[in-house]
Every structure is written in C-alpha cells, then in structure tokens.
C-alpha cells in the first residue's frame, strides 16, 4: 500500500481541493477567457495582470492552429512582449521564446492572424503555473494529437536554406493522460522495470526516466536525455528506483514533448507534481529539475 504524500510545507498544503479544481477547469476549457485578437491585446487593457497561462492560435482561411501555450506570473507583460512578432524583421533578441517562430509563421501565412486566449491563475504559485503549463500543452496535444505548431523551439521550414532539427515534425501522444504513474505502460510507453538507483549499471542511451520511493504514490521526478548521465547525477533518497525508457532515434525536442506527456498526465492523475519536478530547493539530476520543459 503506497502512502499518500502529505509535505510539511509547499505549495501543496491545504489546497488539494483547490489543485484538483484547477485541473479539473483546465480539462473542461473553464479555466479559459474568450478569444481574441492578439494585436488588439498587445497593450494589455483586457487581460489581467496577474500570473497564469496563455494561448495563441493562427487563423486563416482554411482553419486554425494552436501556435503556443505559455505560462507568466504577469499575463499582460507577457503577452505585450510579443508585439515584436508584427515587426519587419525577425525578432531574434526579444524576450520571448516563440517569438521567432510566431514571426515567421506570419511570413508564410501572410493573411493569416493570431488570437490569444489566458487563463488567470492569480493564487497559484510558480511551480505549480509550470506543471499547469505542461497540462495544457498535454492537453492540447491530446485533442490534435501534434503539438503547438511554435513549441518546442520548433520553426516552419523555409526559414533558412538548411533542413535543420527544430524543422522536423513532433512526435503525437504515445497514450492517453490516464493510468498509474508507477505502471510499466503509463502514458503508452514501455517502461523498463524498477531498479534499485544503487544497482544500475551504465545504459548509454537517450530516452525518459523518472524515479520513486517505493513507499509514495507520486513519483520524484520525470526527466529526459543522456540516462547513464542522468541517473547518475541523482543523489538518491533512500530507497529510491528508477525506470526507464531508451530511445535513440527521439531528437531532443521530441522527448521533451513526451516529457511533457508525462509530467501532464502525473498532475492530472494524482493532483501533485512529482517531488522534484520544478523545485529549485532540489537539485535533480544536472539541476534538470529546475528547468521548464516547453
């Protein structure tokens, strides 16, 4: 019988029916505000100031596309950042991550424009906003089965002469966002078996990971790369197993869309982040666990 983790302090206490709630809105598209045109939003008059998530289509005539989905302690700064996709030339040094690809979505699809769309989480703290964020993409990726056309650091091809990596396709789901964390095919993958952290040998492949104590029904933490490398940078809490599975053929976007899967589906399923995952008081393996994934 696992027990149910109960931290002493975190963003978790006292707000298991609160964590529930907002899964539970973001699920059902409750959570989110109407649409609307983003370069009429740029200066921010409808949308709050508060933390939260956003969203950005691409409408043209022959239907639209989720183009990003982020998350912001300040939904106005962060959408007012992308004004820079309207500009004449790429906005290669602005402080937004999509913003080249929004950009160069506009070239190619010059009579097409993007809409915006938030989701005020104005309580909800740093962390949890980030697993949120992986939910929405999650669940974005469920009903279209690709992700966000600007996630991922992907760009539309044609924007240089060369075929490079961040051109390529994404993979779709490999299973639904449902299941228990611990079961070897969670979230329709393979997973090797549960091993002792202290008795793994060198693997030498690339793929996801993730690793538990035993006794816990969350995990530690879900993470991506090199495993040999990563697994042993872990310093392991006692007890603590891992399990695996090795891909070589994913390119380093691909796994963080899995991984992203991944971190969706334990939130959704268990109403808590693995342990680990986002905590800066945590180094997790090669300090991966304070990065964002998207």
């Known amino acids: 019988m ?17 964590v529930r709630a907002y899964i539970a809105a973001l699920c059902d598209e409750s959570a989110w505000q109407a649409w609307q045109p983003l370069e009429g939003s740029l200066l921010g008059a409808a949308l709050p100031a508060c933390g939260g998530l956003y969203r950005i289509r691409l ?43 929004l950009w160069s979505w506009r070239q190619k699809c010059p009579s097409s424009r993007y809409e915006v769309s938030v989701a005020p989480f104005p309580t909800v703290p740093p962390v949890l906003r980030l697993g ?28 240089t002469s060369q075929f490079l990596d961040c051109h390529r396709p994404g993979l779709a789901p490999h299973g639904p966002l449902v299941g228990d964390p611990h079961a070897r095919t969670w979230c329709g993958q393979s997973w090797s078996p ?68 991944l971190i969706g589906a334990h939130l959704r399923s268990m109403a808590a982040l693995p342990l680990w995952q986002f905590e800066p008081s945590h180094n997790g393996p090669g ?8």
């Open 59 to 101: 409408v043209h005539e022959i239907g639209q596309r989720m183009a990003y989905i982020g998350q912001s302690g300040n939904l106005k700064e962060r959408v007012y950042a992308l004004r820079h996709v309207y500009g004449a030339l790429m906005p290669y040094k602005v402080p937004h991550a999509a913003g080249p690809a």
């Open 132 to 159: 949120l964020e992986c939910l929405a993409i999650a669940l974005s990726r469920q009903e279209h089965q690709a992700s966000p056309l600007c996630q991922f650091g992907r760009m539309p091809t044609g924007t």
């Open 2 to 18: 696992k027990r149910r983790y109960q931290p002493s302090k975190g963003p978790y206490v006292g707000r298991g029916r609160a």
């Open 194 to 261: 549960w091993i002792a952290l202290h008795r793994l040998q060198p693997l030498g492949n690339s793929g996801l990971y993730r690793l538990r104590v035993p006794s816990l029904d969350v995990l530690v933490f879900l993470g991506q790369g090199k495993l040999a490398e990563r697994l042993r940078a872990v310093a392991p809490l006692q007890g603590m197993e891992c399990s695996w599975v090795a891909n070589n053929t994913w390119l380093h976007q691909q796994r963080l869309e899995l991984l992203t899967d």
């Open 287 to 294: 300090g991966e666990s304070q990065q964002k994934v998207s």
